[in-house]
Each structure stands twice: as structure tokens, then as C-alpha cells.
């Protein structure tokens, strides 16, 4: 009877995090069509986060009326001249302060800005989180180094400086990282340190060992019941000591349950997983794979330090443009039925996602809202009417041709994006309530 019900893991978590998530993004979309319209001569007699009942308001010296409302899933900005919050404008031009009466660039500016300040402000997290988590220092220093079992020959210690891992030259975090590629496939390696200023060599493991780094929110890992900082000893009994056999075997079980033999707290531990099926992104496009759910990385931790603002930033960019190219790629592999279209998420999976990332700590929240922002700054400019894309392919028109689509045309484009967008998010919600779980 209830499994059409979403598995929110602890709804009392996912609800609040997802209306918190949901309206951070909503705020900042809605404040850059208000800001940017303001600044172009546009006024604004509404501005409200959440519809419905209105619950607190306030008219500022602009004549805007700032208002918080008791359906807290959306908000809208209703400018002079529209009909209704939804932005439909009436047929009649007002004056040049409404948004039919402003020259075409104004209107275009301010439509364009929702999107635009989602995506700074997908900015302006990744930027204050990479200042805040920072980068691995040159030369590579170990900070912290975590108990692995017996098996594991393992000699080194915090404070000790990698020079090179069997010869090979590792001073750099970029030199240590293009040695992984090279570096044979054993359990046991040789380190050459310095430690307490004498260069010395020691046997340490595999660098990219079986611990488990972090596992997937909604993995089948997690929901077995592997902890982090576990330690995979065996995979159906056959032994493992680096990550890549462990996505190996994984790989090939087709689906089927797989015991892993765990290390945890001293005692070792048998847990049946049965792996996930997932789309995952490559170079080419998509491949299909059967995960765990479980992420692995070097054992050790490195002495980091602070970034500069401009990398920062830069690597910020770089992880707006990740997102943004993942999303139009996994979109253009659904729609080719390449990959499965499990992978389109309704309400339902974003706010079970947003509970999850709730529960993992703030950064993971915080970064689940950089990305969920992207994600719909991107969505808004499809050129769907009702949505802001469409609203600047109406205005790319009256460009090119001089003149305003006819109302007959615009009620009947809205009607049909309407449709369009409410009907991806049915089967969105139907793939998530029934036939993705």
C-alpha cells in the first residue's frame, strides 16, 4: 500500500531541507529578474517567496510589496503590467516602467537575470568552498594517516614528506597523482620519505586502498549498512586491497548480492550488497554500470592550504560548466534512450536527495544547493513558453521581425509549454513513486 511512497530515509529532514533548498534558489532567481528590473527602469508591485495565503509584507520606498506566503514551494516577482504572478502580460502597452512598455533589451535583461543569478550563485558557493576546504600543499605531507587491518604493511606516519612511491618521483601533488597511473598493482609499495629531516624509505599500501572514503546518499552500500571508514577486505571471499579491483568485481555482478568482508573498529564483518545499476558520465557520452554506492580516494590525508580568490573562482567556473554539461548531456542520452530515463528527477527524488544531503552535514548540503541551482538556472532557459527561455525566444521574434507574437499565438504557445512542463513532471514523479525504486 505504501510503496508508491517516496523512501525520504527520515521525512521529517527531507521536507525542511527541501523547502530550504528549494527556496534559497527561488529567492536568488527571482531576485535577479527584481534587481535587474529595477536597474532598468522596470518597477515591481510584487515580490513574493511562497504563494498562496499571504503570512508577513512590507512595501519598500520603490512601491514594491515584499511578501512571504504560506505555500513555501516557488515565489514570483509581478511587475507593473502584468496580468497575474505569473508574469502574462495584459495586451494593452503600459507606460515605460512596466514590463510590456520597456524597450525590448530591458525586458530581455530582466527575464535573462533569473537564470544568470542562479548560476552566480552556484559561483559563489564552489568559490567559498574551495577557500574553505582547500587545496593539497606542495610538497605532498600526510596530516593525518587512518588504522587499516594487519594485512596492510603500513609504516607511515603524520608529518611525513612523500618524495617518491617506488622511484618514482611524488614531491608534487601533481607528480604523486600522475605516478598513480604507473604504480604497480600490489599490496605492498615502497615510500621514500623525509621524516624529521632524513630521508629515509618505508612500506606503506597501495595508495588508493579499499577504505571507504564516503558512500552514496541513496547507495546500496549505505542502505546495507556499510559505515565510512570501512575497510573492504574480500569481495565474495576472492581478497582486495585497491579500489580498482573492488570496482571491478562490482562491476561484473551483473546486479547480483555481493558479501563484502569488512574491517571495522578492529573486527572484521560479512554484509550482503546488491549492487545499483547507474548511467554514469564518460568521455564519450554515458556507460552503463553496477555500482556499490561506495567512493574510495588516496588512504591518507595531505596538509592543505588556502587556494588563491582567482583559482577559486576559476575552478568555480569549472564546476558550473561540469554541471551544465552533464545535465544537457544525460537530457540528450534520455532522449536518444541511451541511457534510462531513472535518471530525470521529480520532486519527489529532489527532495529525498535534499534530505540525504541534509543528513550528511552542512558542506554537503551546501554544495547540494550550488548544484541544484545550476541545474535550474539551466532548466529555466530552455525555450519552453512559461519559462524564461521561452519568454526571450518570444522577444528573439520581436527582434528579428519588428513586432510582438500575437495574443492568440502567445495564449496558445503558454498553454502547450504548461502542458510540456507539467507533463514531464508527472512521469518524472510516476519514475520516481514506481518504477525507479
Known sequence: MTSFLPNFGNIALAIPAFVIALSIIVAIHEYGHYIVGRWS?????????????????????????????????????KFRGDANAASVNTSDVGGRDTMLGAPLWARSATVAAGPIFNFILTVVILTGLGLWSGKAMDPLTLRTVPELPVTYLQELEAGDQIIAVENMDARSVAQFAAALDDLPLEPSLTYTIVRDGEEMQVEGPYPQTTRVMSLTQNGAAREAGVLEGDVVTAI??????????????AGASDGEP???????????????????????????????RWLLGISGGIFFEPVTETPGVFEAIGNAFEGLWYIIDLSLTGMKYMILGEISTCNLSSPIGIAEASGQMAAAGPVDFIQWIATLSAAIGLMNLFPIPVLDGGHLVFFAYEGITGKRPSDGAMRVLIVVGLGLILSLMLFGILNDAFFCR
Open 41 to 77: 527602469g522596470i518597477k515591481a508591485d510584487v515580490f513574493s517567496l511562497g504563494f498562496g495565503k499571504v503570512l508577513f509584507s512590507r512595501v519598500d520606498k520603490h512601491g514594491t510589496q515584499w511578501q512571504l506566503a504560506a505555500i513555501p514551494l516557488g515565489g514570483y516577482v
Open 236 to 249: 565474495n571471499g576472492q581478497e582486495v586491497f585497491a579500489f580498482s579491483q573492488l570496482m571491478e568485481l
Open 258 to 288: 555481493q558479501v563484502l568482508t569488512l574491517w571495522r573498529d578492529g573486527g572484521v564483518i560479512d554484509i550482503t550488497v546488491t549492487p545499483d545499476r547507474r548511467d554514469l558520465p564518460t568521455e564519450d557520452g554515458f556507460e552503463t
